[in-house]
């Protein structure tokens, strides 16, 4: 098991943030720390990543597409 760097909680809670650049400069820079001497968080930062990035590539007409598919076609 890898001890995180400075000893504090795993930052799991905040990847999403900070995959998504939603964290103060400081914090972040916290996570990063942490990510790099905790294998877990990391594992745990690269889904997080892959799935915002996967999402990234989807365009408001593929969500659409893909909320729309019981509606009834177009409108009236
Ligand atoms: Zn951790």
Known sequence: MTVPP????HV???LGAYVLDALPAEE????AA?????DSCTAA??????????????TEADLAEG???DEP???A
């Open 12 to 14: 799991e809670p905040l």
């Open 45 to 58: 930062y690269l889904d997080v990543a892959d799935a915002s990035s996967l999402l990234a590539l989807l």
């Open 28 to 31: 972040a820079g916290a996570v």
């Open 34 to 38: 942490h990510l790099r001497g905790c």
């Open 67 to 69: 909320l729309g598919q």
């Open 6 to 9: 400075d000893g504090d909680a």
């Open 73 to 75: 076609p177009g409108p």
